[in-house]
């Protein structure tokens, strides 16, 4: 499946262009792009024993200030796991309100993508060309907190796929 990595790379090189596009177009609207590392654990919240796992990978996104303290904006993600889960990748819309002049609080909804590696779940050898993977709706809550004046960001985040799924993640932002 290499699908996944070029949409993971699509993400963070749109999330890189919007700014430039914006300022070559002589616009004088503020964006906030950021890219990361993260790391987390998904429940797959199955009654299966083993439907966990650790995850790693990265994100990147642009928030756009409207007004003083609310903002809205897009990320995208992509991580490795292991265990049960093969890989994962999704976009999100955020808004939230910024605290202080470093730190964020939002709300995102997407979707996400999970490919799961049945094969080591189920202990057979699954056929080539099987579709082993399954995607829904993303909703979540964070945090984004600055480290003094520094361009370093803290994250932490709690997310649901269609209420099914758990996935804690925490990890490292630069925020541009």
């Given at each position: 499946?290499?699908?996944?990595?070029?949409?993971?790379?699509?993400?963070?090189?749109?999330?890189?262009?919007?700014?430039?596009?914006?300022h070559a177009q002589?616009?004088?609207?503020?964006?906030?792009?950021?890219?990361?590392?993260?790391?987390?654990?998904?429940?797959?919240?199955?009654?299966?024993?083993?439907?966990?796992?650790?995850?790693?990978?990265?994100?990147?996104?642009?928030?756009?200030?409207?007004?003083?303290?609310?903002?809205?904006?897009?990320e995208g993600n992509?991580?490795?796991?292991?265990?049960?889960?093969?890989?994962?990748?999704?976009?999100?819309?955020?808004?939230?309100?910024?605290?202080?002049?470093?730190?964020?609080?939002?709300?995102?909804?997407?979707?996400?993508?999970?490919?799961?590696?049945?094969?080591?779940?189920?202990?057979?050898?699954?056929?080539?060309?099987?579709?082993?993977?399954?995607?829904?709706?993303?909703?979540?809550?964070?945090?984004?907190?600055?480290?003094?004046?520094?361009?370093?960001?803290?994250?932490?985040?709690?997310?649901?796929?269609?209420?099914?799924?758990?996935?804690?993640?925490?990890?490292?932002?630069?925020?541009?």
């Amino acid at each position: 499946m290499k699908t996944p990595h070029f949409a993971a790379l699509g993400i963070f090189a749109a999330s890189l262009a919007v700014p430039s596009v914006a300022h070559a177009q002589g616009e004088e609207q503020t964006v906030e792009p950021f890219v990361g590392a993260s790391v987390g654990y998904h429940d797959i919240g199955t009654d299966i024993p083993d439907d966990d796992g650790v995850i790693y990978g990265v994100v990147a996104g642009v928030d756009v200030p409207v007004g003083e303290t609310f903002f809205v904006g897009a990320e995208g993600n992509f991580h490795f796991g292991d265990n049960i889960i093969d890989n994962e990748y999704g976009i999100a819309a955020r808004a939230g309100i910024r605290v202080g002049n470093k730190s964020k609080l939002y709300v995102k909804g997407g979707y996400q993508e999970v490919d799961f590696d049945l094969g080591a779940l189920a202990g057979v050898t699954v056929p080539a060309g099987t579709d082993t993977s399954e995607g829904d709706y993303l909703l979540g809550i964070g945090a984004d907190i600055g480290v003094g004046e520094s361009p370093l960001k803290i994250r932490v985040g709690l997310d649901t796929i269609a209420f099914d799924s758990t996935r804690v993640t925490g990890g490292v932002l630069y925020a541009f």
